[in-house]
């Protein structure tokens, strides 16, 4: 590992206030004050500076770099995982204030604003040339705010004792330090140079955004996930003032959301002396977000030191910046205040997500009536799901609320309606569980307190007494999170498409339970042909499982759903995609960095996944009818031929009759054509080509083995 290079200015970091003259002393003065503590008591970062930006500065050269993409991937940023979204999204590091000048602000550089009434933006520059593997900052443990320290308060103290069920703990206990030390202590807090640079507002993060503001992401559930965050935040601050009374004296709400905003936003996930813990490390979070990274973070066991390390030469007078990670912009939004414009890796890839909503919807359960006439004609049911279900009767969607809601409590990437139904899941996730299990377990959450949406779900789920109308049966609404990808959410939103779209006999062989299983089944997962009566340690197959077709049938229908879904999706926004991107060349209407501009790239982003989606679903019916068509003809040559066997030849020559006569509309065309379109996107083109040609494979050697077997028996074999 390389030294730094050579200080220009001796002893300490100089932060830099000669950019604009209205940049006055007093705030000068705090931040000069914040790096002669840190250097006092060890922390080094000679080669580098802070620096401040006015309005022009900020959107100097922009247009230049408009279409600059965030390339690379973030497998070594050591960002701290979860598995759950809402902790998963926070356990990251924010990183600095600022874009800036000396490599003019681009869409892959973010700023963090500070809106203290001034736009106040900062970022970490060079002073000199900064060579490969060189450790440019030191900052010393005794510096770092840890979950530990937070433990050991008095509030803390009571917090572990009390046992309470927070949202996120571990920024908890870094908030109680920053609340509690400030209070305790005030200006004699060792730590007091730091907080005096904190921002005092952060009205760039949507928590704190007016209605307005918000109004800008109609159509989206990024506006659930804000809510869900003030309400999460609302409710930790209650449950610590209950355990410890007396920290209301110390912290209102608003002065709790602001330190949860902070920690949010700057916490560092950190292994420190064997220990995993997330620490608040001061400079080392004014470094802005760059992709792809060109330094790497870590605690440094022998020194005792969190150091930052370079990756790649950065040179003199450059901005230094840190990668937050590969995330969808919806995270970047809510957890930092800012979206990527161009949100693309170097591979392609794009990570912004969109929410998609399966089962059952709150709408549908307020116009439950018209569901249940099966007289309405399919033009009164557009937009609905349940015009999907029209074949199901009660017998099957009883067999589908139990296998959707198996296993729930233990789904990945899968948000299941909420924590009130994990009583039914556990009940219903039982293979083979009756219907009277499934009513005991609704009445069980009922009573267990579920918010009022979910209650009505489960009053839906009861069966009435004979002498009342039937009720109809609604699935419990699960959200997939998908990106335009193949990856594992993606096969987990097609195995619930599926799901959704059996019939009472699908259902039956893909649970499998003492049931007789299909030959795809048998072949995919090892499954015997006759499954004896599931035992307790028998592992049971669950919504996310399907990862095959279950029938051209069923595939279909999936791909309605999935079509329904989409369109519904787009039906909440106000705007088009196209009006959006006409929006976004308009910067003097949506300037850079703005509140606005974030909320309409946002929205822009899901819009780009949801036509994916809808493309894919059209894409998939359209080749899914060719297959169809093929088979029919199929089975018509088969059963006029004169001599079945030796067409049963034929078919073993890997080109049917049909795709002959039929060349131009047949599938092999269709994906052939698919291949040569540039426009074409590859999940698309794999999918028809590789999971939909292998069921048509297996229909076409199914037909041919029943023509064999027909041969078979007319020559008496």
Request: aromatic share 8%.
């Amino acid at each position: 590992m390389s030294p730094p290079p050579p200080n220009p200015h001796p002893r300490t970091g100089r932060t830099s206030n000669n950019r604009s003259s209205c940049h006055g002393d007093e705030d000068a003065d705090k931040f000069q004050k914040f790096e002669r503590w840190l250097i006092a008591n060890g922390a080094q970062f000679p080669c580098l500076e802070l620096k401040k930006y006015d309005n022009s500065d900020r959107f100097k050269n922009v247009d230049a770099n408009s279409d600059a993409v965030a390339f690379s991937s973030s497998s070594s940023d050591h960002k701290e995982e979860d598995d759950d979204e809402e902790n998963e999204s926070e356990e990251k590091k924010d990183g600095g204030m600022a874009t800036a000048t000396g490599k003019p602000p681009s869409s892959h550089q973010h700023p963090k604003v500070i809106d203290d009434g001034s736009d106040e933006m900062r970022g970490v520059h060079a002073l000199a040339t900064l060579p490969p593997s060189a450790v440019i900052v030191s900052i010393p443990l005794r510096c770092l705010i840890t979950v530990e320290m937070g433990q050991t308060t008095p509030i803390g103290r009571k917090i572990l004792a009390s046992d309470l069920e927070l949202d996120a703990p571990k920024h908890i206990f870094l908030m109680i330090y920053l609340l509690w030390d400030k209070w305790t202590n005030g200006e004699k807090s060792f730590f007091a140079p730091y907080y005096a640079v904190l921002p005092k507002r952060l009205r760039n993060m949507p928590i704190f955004w007016d209605e307005e503001e918000l109004r800008y992401l109609q159509g989206s559930h990024l506006l659930s996930q804000i809510s869900d965050r003030i309400a999460a935040i609302t409710r930790d601050y209650h449950s610590v003032c209950s355990a410890a009374p007396e920290f209301a004296s110390i912290s209102t709400l608003e002065e709790f959301t602001w330190a949860r905003t902070i920690v949010c936003s700057r916490n560092f996930g950190l292994m420190i002396n064997g220990r995993r813990t997330s620490a608040l490390v001061p400079h080392a979070d004014m470094l802005n977000h760059h992709r792809p990274r060109e330094t790497k973070w870590t605690f440094c066991e022998e020194s005792q030191c969190f150091t930052i390390t370079t990756l790649k030469e950065i040179g003199a007078g450059e901005q230094v910046y840190d990668s937050y990670g590969q995330k969808c912009n919806h995270r970047f939004l809510l957890n930092y205040g800012f979206c990527v414009e161009k949100n693309v890796e170097i591979d392609g890839f794009c990570p912004n997500e969109v929410s998609l909503e399966l089962g059952g919807g709150s709408d549908e359960f307020e116009e439950e009536d018209s569901y249940c006439d099966p007289d309405r004609s399919s033009k009164n049911y557009r937009g609905r799901l349940f015009d999907l279900y029209r074949g199901n009767d009660r017998e099957c969607m009883e067999k589908k609320l139990a296998f959707w809601t198996r296993g729930d409590t233990d789904a990945v990437g899968v948000d299941f309606f909420g924590s009130s139904w994990h009583a039914l899941a556990t009940s219903v996730g039982r293979a083979g569980a009756p219907v009277s299990s499934i009513m005991e377990a609704t009445l069980g959450a009922s009573s267990s307190g579920m918010d009022a949406t979910a209650s009505r779900y489960a009053e839906a789920l009861i069966v009435p007494s004979p002498s009342s109308p039937p009720q109809p049966i609604i699935l419990p609404t699960k959200r997939v999170r998908v990106c335009v990808s193949n990856n594992e959410n993606t096969r987990v939103l097609f195995s619930m498409l599926r799901v959704l779209a059996c019939n009472s006999a699908e259902l039956d062989r893909i649970s499998w339970g003492g049931r007789t299983a299909t030959a795809a089944g048998q072949r995919l997962y090892g499954i015997p042909g006759v499954v004896s009566s599931a035992s307790p340690s028998t592992p049971f197959r669950t919504c996310r499982d399907i990862r095959y077709p279950i029938s051209l049938r069923n595939e279909r229908c999936a791909m309605e759903i999935l079509l329904e879904i989409t369109e519904k999706s787009l039906s909440k926004y106000p705007t088009s995609f196209a009006q959006d991107a006409a929006d976004l060349q308009d910067e003097n209407s949506y300037p850079k960095y703005s509140n606005k501009r974030h909320a309409k790239l946002q929205v822009h982003g899901e819009k780009e996944v949801l036509h994916h989606f809808a493309l894919w679903a059209r894409t998939a019916i359209h080749v899914i009818d060719i297959i169809l068509h093929e088979l029919a003809q199929e089975m018509r040559l088969v059963t006029h031929s004169a001599s079945a066997a030796e067409h049963a030849k034929g078919l073993g020559d890997g080109m049917s009759e049909t795709e002959s006569l039929n060349e131009e509309l047949g599938y092999d065309y269709v994906i052939q054509a698919m291949e040569d379109d540039d426009d074409c996107h590859t999940t698309i083109l794999r999918y028809c080509a590789d999971v939909l040609g292998a069921v048509r494979r297996d229909e076409l050697n199914q037909i041919a083995t029943e023509v064999m077997g027909i041969d078979r028996r007319d020559r008496g074999l």
